[in-house]
């Protein structure tokens, strides 16, 4: 283990970095390279070939052999093709080399990726492009140079390439606002993303002897343990000592790739972590978070552990999410989501404010999409995370703050509390403006929001292209009005008291968990897709199709294809799930009880023998009560398989998706309670595989 003073030179030491850059490339090389970088415009090709070699000899000497271009297909994780820099040059000998084109343009096959019907199977040329705004970085021998993926005809096939688009218009429309406001030196705004990661960390071995976890990463059977989080000491506990060496490991990694890991700690159930890092530019924070994921997948093996991202491994015990903390700020570091210390008097900071307001209630059902999974399906609305309403929490000082705007009355700031906590030699603590709403999906947490719906496992990329594009409406929307008044200080406050009256109604901060929230969101008009399929089925309403449109993030055929992609994985997901609950029924589970049954049977058999009597005892019971149990297992088990025979085939992946959310998971359920049941009554050196009680105490 390095030592701790050594971490300054550690970090970023595999990244093609700045430092790197400004070391290796000529001065106007660098310049011109840098400016490609701040500005988003696009870099001049007469300098590829120098970059590219520059590359390539920082790479050489970190032990890389081989370049891959590193793209985000639409299948949720990463996709990467590794060529050597070797170069034949006669005589059976080769060169070292890597050329400006093999650095801007690579060539994979687009046809083995989801492509939503953009490309065929004998239509297979697709293109990666150099995104120069992510940084290249070595790992595990090559070179990773973050791109964009498109198909033959232009569309995008990706997830960063939208996101792109996104981050340049969320740049423009910002710039409008901030010239109002009297600054001319900035010259882009940047949307900036904390990716909270929360992950459960298992025993290798009971990983792999659960076919569950190991096919589809969450648990499809499993009866609640007799301890589970109710003591709730395992939140911010002591960390277990393989948890420890393997966080420490870890950051180890992720700070040698530039990624600033900051916090780490238990979360609230048994073997449940999380790991938080500090801010950056959204497109790196993406790129980011999927190696993050990445490095904890392959790492955990190392301690004989198993890593697991579902949002729901383990029914009955909190699942995971992703905090997507989202701010903006210009590209001198000004946060334009702080209030500072006179909120009512800040008005550039009210607009962003009020234009973040119209953009999610405009657009609840695109951040429900955003978040929308089979996984996350299994953690919304479970008391642990939030419902699957979109709503936002701004705060007691805030919320007071847009309701005098809305009544036209002036707003007295209160004065800034400290308590004290009765110690002498304890500090007076200053106490923050507000307090926190853990139930609200979308809270303002002081300078930025906290999207709390994503799930563990997903890529962050689309959550924050719905979120750019929508501010990046607003914004535009209040530039127009502004720029063309001559009465600027009136137009804004009458426009700011619009906003935020006709928005109010995603305005809420009580108890997200509560039902009565629920019927009140219903009375408002506010949008409750209770489950993926429900809320895929809005991506392509117009309103969405024309600002995608609008602002150049996706195309009418890009949306039309990532709504087929939604539900072609959604079906894919359940079809595996329902398909694993078959085989592990019919192969594990009836044998197991079966066998127990008539290894009880042949032991009270044996009872009556020797003891020449008839009596019952309490073996009888239990052998009356699983055979009852194993034959209503059974007839679930066919049921199941006979819907799933049905949903296969369905012929639309929107009719499959719904049938599999209508009749395939329900089944799924039924079965799941009857074997659950069964595993409480079979002796555990009976059961077939590790118990709840096994598997999250274990570490």
Known sequence: ??????????????????????????????????????????????????????????????????????????TGVTAEKHDAFLSPVGGGKVIMEFSGKELIRGEPDASSFPSGGLRATFEARGYTAWDPASYAFIKDGSLYIPTAFCSYGGEALDTKTPLLRSMDAISAAGL???????????????????????????????????????????????????????????????????????????????????ITSKTKHNEAAPSQHELAPIFCTTNIAVDQNLLTMECMRKLAPKYNMACLLAEKPFEGINGSGKHNNWSLSTDSGINLLKPGKNPGENKQFLLFLAAVVRAVDEYQDLLR??????????????????????????????????????????????????MSLGVPSVPTIRRDNTDRNRTSPF????????????????????????????????????????????????????????????????????????????????????????????????????????LFSRFGVMSETEMRSRREIFFDSYRKIINIEARTMLEITSRDIIPAVSGYISDLSASINATRVALNSASVDCRVSICEKLSELLSKTYDAYLSL??????????????????????????????????VDEMETRTSREAWPMPTYGDIIFKI
């Open 1 to 74: 283990m390095e030592r701790t003073e050594r971490i300054p030179e550690i970090f970023a030491s595999c990244v093609f970095n700045e430092d790197v850059m400004r070391e290796r490339l000529p001065k106007d090389v660098y310049k011109s390279l840098l400016n490609t970088i701040a500005t988003g415009k696009e870099i001049d090709a007469g300098i590829a070939d120098v970059v590219a070699g520059a590359m390539k000899d920082w790479a050489i000497e970190h032990g890389a052999t081989h370049f891959t271009h590193w793209f985000q297909p639409l």
């Open 176 to 258: 409008r606002i901030v010239r109002l406001f009297g600054d001319s030196v900035s010259k882009r705004i940047v949307s900036t993303v904390g990716a909270e990661q929360e992950y459960f960390l298992i025993d290798e071995e009971d990983f792999k002897a659960r076919r569950d976890l190991f096919y589809c990463g969450r648990t499809l059977f499993g009866a609640p343990p007799v301890k589970g989080q109710e003591l709730e000491d395992h939140y911010f506990g002591a960390l277990p000592t393989r948890v420890s060496a393997f966080m420490k490991e870890l950051d180890m990694e992720l700070w040698r790739l530039g």
């Open 369 to 418: 999409i955003s978040a929308a999974t089979a996984g996350n399906d299994c953690r919304l609305g479970g008391h642990e995370a939030p419902p699957a309403i979109i709503s936002i929490f701004l705060g007691e000082e805030l919320e007071a703050l847009v309701a005098s705007i809305i009544k036209g009355k002036s707003y007295s700031k209160k004065d800034t509390k400290y």
């Open 443 to 546: 809270a303002f947490t002081g300078n930025k929001f906290e999207f709390r719906m994503v799930g563990s496992s997903q890529n962050i990329a689309l959550a924050n292209i719905v979120l750019n594009t929508a501010v990046a409406e607003s914004l535009t929307i209040f530039a127009e009005a502004l720029e063309e008044t001559v009465d600027f200080d009136r137009t804004l406050d009458k426009l700011l008291a619009d906003t935020f009256r006709t928005h109010s109604r995603i305005l809420f901060s009580g108890n997200s968990y509560s039902k009565e929230w629920e019927e009140e969101a219903k009375a408002r008009g506010l949008s409750n897709f209770k489950s993926s399929p429900e809320a895929y089925a809005h991506f392509t309403d117009e309103k969405n199709i024309r």
């Open 641 to 674: 398989e006979r819907a799933e025979r049905t949903a296969v085939s369905k012929t639309s992946e929107e009719e499959s998706a719904f049938y599999y959310r209508s009749s395939v998971i329900p089944r799924m359920d039924a079965l799941r309670r009857l």
